[in-house]
């Protein structure tokens, strides 16, 4: 399943690199400024392990949500082929309280867990993972919600998130070695292969609706 969803990021990756390039660059430019303690690095909202004080933890506190969230949007819309730069900033626009305190939020249970062992810090970030995918999809859904809905859907699929998750840690230790180069391709593919591990858990919970 795992490469199923890797083949289909492919395919809506595929044509559209010039656009997928800059867009990463202007997530990764904004989101790196005080992120530099995030595991892997590759998602702040997911993965972020550690906080910082002054004015760049204050930045992060108020881009990085909105700025995930509109990333997630630019990524998912080039399976329709209607993908712009600019939709990378639409969750200033469409969702920036619930974005901002999704991640406020989230990173400070994350942190907490964290400060036990790593290993329930882990588990946290993947229980929050498709928070800001829940967002897009219920626009009735504030933070809060959207943070249980992603615990439930992750409940009985942490493992497979965590495999799934692993199988890219080449791309990344690759995108480190080459000075960051490497992760313009490995940001956007993970992301899109993430959108459609979400897509297929979805569709698994309306079924499980449906019976």
């Not at 399943?1 to 010039?18: H, Q, S």
């Not at 180069?181 to 940001?187: C, D, E, K, R, T």
């Amino acid at each position: 399943m795992r490469e199923e969803f890797k083949c289909k990021a492919k395919m809506y990756l595929d044509g559209n690199w010039p656009e997928v390039v800059i867009t990463t660059i202007i997530f990764l430019l904004l989101t790196s400024v005080s992120n530099s303690n995030s595991w892997l690095g590759f998602e702040s909202g997911d993965w972020q392990f550690g906080l910082k004080g002054g004015f760049s933890q204050i930045f992060s506190l108020i881009v990085t949500g909105p700025l995930t969230y509109g990333f997630l949007r630019f990524i998912r819309s080039l399976k329709t082929s209607s993908s712009e730069i600019s939709q990378l900033f639409v969750g200033f626009q469409e969702r920036f309280k619930e974005t901002f305190i999704a991640h406020v939020v989230t990173t400070i249970f994350i942190v907490l867990w964290s400060l036990l062992l790593i290993v329930p810090g882990i588990i946290a970030a993947i229980s929050y993972t498709m928070v800001y995918l829940v967002l897009q999809d219920n626009p009735n859904l504030n933070a809060f919600q959207a943070i249980q809905e992603s615990k439930s859907m992750m409940n009985g699929n942490k493992m497979r998130f965590f495999g799934f998750a692993l199988s890219f840690a080449g791309w990344f230790i690759l995108g480190i070695l080459t000075l960051g180069i490497g992760l313009l391709y490995a940001v956007p593919y993970y992301t899109s292969a993430k959108i459609e591990f979400y897509e297929e858990l979805k569709t698994r919970k309306i079924k499980d609706y449906t019976y």
